[in-house]
């Protein structure tokens, strides 16, 4: 194998397949970059049995062939690399590949190609739909923070899940304490879909696909792939169906307070300094907010800090209430927006609320009270 490629270009490859390089593995494959040279390009291929992905890049081919070497080796080598072409040259039969740029020359030691896993491909009866790669940017942004951490007893709260129907595409999240839902409009597919997607996925996805890529999303019953012009990105899927979201979604609330973000943001963290107490697997940040004549006010005690209130001016429609929740639950959520003002629906001190943006009325988000001995959302999902 023998290939020139502009440095700049195979950095940027590189950096995009070896997010899914495995960092620690017993099988040393797993952890390498295969490149296949093939007539005018270089296909980039890594493999860690969780997430694969393969990206095409232009090159000047010399001599077809496949090298396996170490992802994070390469990416370390490459992007340290002066300016201009880089030389890729690998031996039929040999054990390194040359790596030789502007006054440098490097052999790092390759692996037997045919360890390289068989890269996944979606069988059986796929399904698909298009969007653009910043809109899948919106989804992980407004729904990754509310997924729940527990992979054992509750691994399909852990993911991000998709619902595609008449053509409305919702994305939503939920630890069974917060629900967080993400709504777009006007999808062309006339497919519909129920699928969960592993959070880390999504993350991934986005981080590898450009802004402005258009993404064809292809799926099937076990594993999902977001593929452009020149990357295949494919994940497994969490098993099991979404919840009827629809039910968790607070209607007709007595009480409707208007305050600004980040005013009130700026209170919840200021006050959580003291009211959040830390034990080994959890936080509690209890928060006790009251609505009245005009005032916000929120307040939280601690054993041992003490005590705190804050309040601040607010439009306050319908009675007066007091409801106690997770501080930090609603300062995640108020950080991922950008409006001035957010709107709180309030229907008991006993229900969950909801919190919507005043600048956009695809997102809401719903959280649970403080209410130990009545159950939460997840006896309605």
Known sequence: MKAVINQRELDKAIQIVNRAAANKSMI????????????????LMANNHEIAIKHTVDADVDEPGKVLVSGR?????VKRMPAGDVTLKHDAGGNSLNIKGTGTSYNILSMRVYDFPDFPAIEGDANYFSMLAAELREIYKHTAFA???????RPMYTGIHL??????????????????????????????????I???????????LGPDDPVDIIWS???????TPNTYFVSRLISGKSPDFERIIPQDPGTV????????????????????????????????MTVKDGVLKISGTSREK????????ADITGESMEIIFNGTNVSECLKVLSSDKVIISLVSPKRPAMLVADNDDKFLYVFSPVVRSVPGMEAAS
């Open 28 to 43: 040393a494959a797993l952890s390498g970059i295969l490149i296949n040279a093939e007539t005018d390009k270089l296909i």
């Open 257 to 288: 307070v208007t305050v600004s973000r980040e005013q009130f943001l700026t209170a919840l963290e200021r006050l959580s300094i003291v009211s959040m107490e830390r034990h080994k697997d959890f936080c509690l940040n209890d928060t006790v």
């Open 306 to 313: 003490g005590h705190a209130e804050e309040e601040m001016p």
């Open 198 to 208: 592993p959070t880390k996925t999504l993350a991934e996805a986005t981080m590898v």
């Open 163 to 196: 619902m595609l129907k008449n053509q409305q595409l919702s994305a939503f999240s939920t630890d069974t304490h917060r629900f967080a839902l993400k709504r777009f409009d006007g999808q062309l597919s006339e497919t519909e879909a129920n699928i969960i």
């Open 221 to 227: 019953t076990n594993k999902i792939a977001f593929t």
């Open 73 to 77: 080796l390469l990416s370390d080598l």
């Open 147 to 153: 997924v729940s951490t527990d992979t054992v007893s």
